[in-house]
């Protein structure tokens, strides 16, 4: 079955300074995998996605991830945080397609941001 | 604003009370979910609709009914609830079309408290 797994609970950093929020997965076959963002009282909000090319992928914010397929992980990351990114940050993975057509999508626990000023 | 409505954004039940939450999305999306997110615990997907019809349900208790008229919109119906059912419920869309890997797209939630 597909999996992914945040293991951080919370991730504290200094604003100005690079944040990293970990992911890895697990899955058969080629791994479709997403980053959202839940600010406080609002639902999830798209941040990046990675299907296939470049390992690099930048998204929203001015927030990139990078896919390494030998580790298995879809790190998140950002040059210079701000204390605006502080958040709950969702790891996902795009489970097997269904017979209906639509996909079935695993979420990790989540990983909360504090961006220190 | 993602395109995707829930109302009310907060609801106190007691655990006779029947209530529902509705959900609309303005996106022009073929599936439409409902997942149930609560503190420390993975996002907990409940029912899927495509092209309206119910594809997947979690071994969601039948006191969650859910109900998709059209493809706007999508409702949980809510009936002698428990306390355990206090969380945040949040309803999604996305595009399922083809080899597609669309990404999905969340209403702000209903913050649900059963007393």
């Known amino acids: 079955a597909q999996s992914v797994a945040q293991p951080e609970d919370q991730v504290n950093v200094a604003e100005g300074n690079p944040l990293t929020v970990k992911c890895t997965y697990s899955?058969?076959?080629?791994?479709?995998l997403f980053w959202y963002v839940q600010y406080p009282n609002r639902g999830l909000q798209f941040l990046l996605k990675?299907?296939?090319?470049?390992?690099l992928v930048k998204g929203s914010y001015g927030f990139e991830a990078e896919f390494n397929k030998s580790q298995t992980s879809f790190h998140l990351k950002k040059p210079s945080a701000l204390v605006s990114d502080s958040a709950l940050y969702f790891c996902?993975?795009?489970?097997?397609?269904?017979?209906?057509?639509?996909?079935?999508?695993?979420f990790g626990t989540g990983t909360r941001l504090k961006v220190l000023a | 604003e993602t395109g995707v409505t829930q109302t009310p954004r907060h609801l106190v039940m007691g655990m006779t009370n029947k209530k529902s939450l509705k959900c609309e999305q303005h996106l022009g999306h073929n599936a439409m979910y409902w997942y149930k997110q609560s503190a420390k615990k993975p996002l907990e997907l409940m029912f899927v609709y495509s092209l309206e019809e119910r594809v997947e349900n979690n071994s969601v208790p039948s006191r969650f009914s859910p109900e998709c008229p059209n493809s706007s919109h999508l409702f949980l119906h809510l009936h002698t609830l428990q306390p355990e059912d206090s969380a945040l419920y949040l309803c999604?869309?996305?595009?399922?079309?083809?080899?597609?890997?669309?990404?999905?797209?969340f209403g702000p939630g209903t913050r649900l408290t059963v007393l």
């Open positions: 990675y299907i296939t090319g470049d390992n």
């Open positions: 899955v058969s076959g080629n791994p479709y």
């Open positions: 999604a869309s996305s595009q399922t079309s083809g080899r597609l890997n669309n990404e999905q797209f």
């Open positions: 996902a993975v795009r489970d097997i397609r269904k017979a209906s057509g639509t996909y079935k999508y695993i």
